[in-house]
Structures are given as structure tokens and as C-alpha cells.
């Protein structure tokens, strides 16, 4: 279901979020244009995503309910899983600098796939269009 290759839309107090990350004003005018593609393959508990936008493009690979680490896009290093609930995709991510963590959601809604984002009590997401 989550196969394809999604383009971000729109997104819901994505700038607050990034502002609570720590991410300066120049970076969250930046990262709100960053034309974010993320595409998905999955091969049973095996994910490949490719990431493309302004910023960089980035291949991950992980496996459910295996740790991996990522580096965001403005550098910040994190450690993390995600699981598959049903139909969802829970994320738990630490980061290495402050240990404090970040939660991640991925479903699909009404065909659109959402992202749901939350650290340190503020919550966004963004909301990504199918190619
Ligand atoms: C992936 O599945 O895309 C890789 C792992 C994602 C880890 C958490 C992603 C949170 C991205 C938040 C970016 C906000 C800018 C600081």
C-alpha cells in the first residue's frame, strides 16, 4: 500500500515543529519549499526508500522492528525502528545529541500519504500526493 512514489502537498504546523527541533529561521523557510519525494518499495519487512528534495537526495534501507540510524536533513543524527500496526507505520527515533525523541507516523488516508511528526510536545504533518 505504501508502494509508489509520493510528493509532498502540504503540511500542518511543520514550521513550529521544525522551530521545536531547533532548526533556524533561514533552514525552515528553506525546508517548507524542500519539494520532499520520498518513494517506496516494500518487499515484506524490508523497506527501500529513495528521498529526493532540494536539500539532498538520500537512499535508506531498514527492516521493521529493526534499529537503524538516519541523518535528517539539517544534520541532526537520530536512532530508531519502524513498526507496522495494521495499516500504520509508527516511527520512534532518539536522537544522539539530546536523547529526546521524535515520533513519526506513516498511513494512507483518502489515497494521500500522511506523515504525522511530534517532538517534545508539538505535533505536525505533512500530507503527500501519489505520482
Ligand atoms: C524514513 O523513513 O524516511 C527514514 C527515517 C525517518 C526518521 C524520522 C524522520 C523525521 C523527519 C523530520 C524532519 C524534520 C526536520 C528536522
Same mark, same amino acid.
Request: aromatic share 10%; hydrophobic share 30%.
Given at each position: 500500500?505504501?508502494?509508489? $512514489?509520493?510528493?509532498?502537498?502540504?503540511?500542518?504546523? %511543520?514550521?513550529?515543529?521544525?522551530?521545536?527541533?531547533?532548526? /533556524?529561521?533561514?533552514?525552515? !523557510?528553506? &525546508?517548507?519549499?524542500?519539494?520532499?519525494? #520520498?518513494?517506496?518499495?516494500?518487499?515484506?519487512? *524490508?523497506?527501500?526508500? !529513495?528521498?529526493?528534495?532540494?536539500?539532498?537526495?538520500?537512499? #535508506? @534501507?531498514?527492516?521493521?522492528?529493526?534499529?537503524? @540510524? %538516519?541523518?535528517?536533513?539539517?544534520?541532526?543524527?537520530?536512532?530508531?525502528?519502524?513498526?507496522?500496526?495494521?495499516?500504520?507505520? /509508527?516511527?520512534?527515533?532518539?536522537?544522539?545529541? /539530546?536523547?529526546?525523541?521524535?515520533?513519526?507516523?506513516?498511513? $494512507?488516508? @483518502?489515497?494521500?500519504?500522511?506523515?504525522? %511528526? *511530534? %517532538? @517534545?510536545?508539538?505535533? &505536525?504533518?505533512?500530507?503527500?500526493?501519489?505520482?
Amino acid at each position: 500500500a505504501f508502494n509508489g $512514489i509520493w510528493k509532498v502537498d502540504r503540511s500542518e504546523n %511543520y514550521e513550529k515543529f521544525m522551530e521545536q527541533m531547533g532548526i /533556524n529561521v533561514m533552514k525552515r !523557510k528553506l &525546508a517548507e519549499h524542500d519539494n520532499l519525494k #520520498i518513494t517506496i518499495e516494500q518487499n515484506g519487512n *524490508n523497506f527501500h526508500l !529513495k528521498e529526493s528534495s532540494t536539500f539532498r537526495t538520500k537512499d #535508506i @534501507d531498514f527492516t521493521l522492528g529493526v534499529q537503524f @540510524d %538516519y541523518t535528517l536533513a539539517d544534520g541532526t543524527e537520530v536512532s530508531g525502528t519502524w513498526e507496522l500496526e495494521g495499516d500504520k507505520l /509508527n516511527g520512534k527515533f532518539t536522537r544522539k545529541d /539530546n536523547s529526546k525523541v521524535l515520533i513519526t507516523t506513516r498511513s $494512507i488516508v @483518502d489515497g494521500e500519504l500522511v506523515q504525522t %511528526y *511530534n %517532538y @517534545d510536545g508539538v505535533d &505536525a504533518k505533512r500530507i503527500f500526493k501519489k505520482q
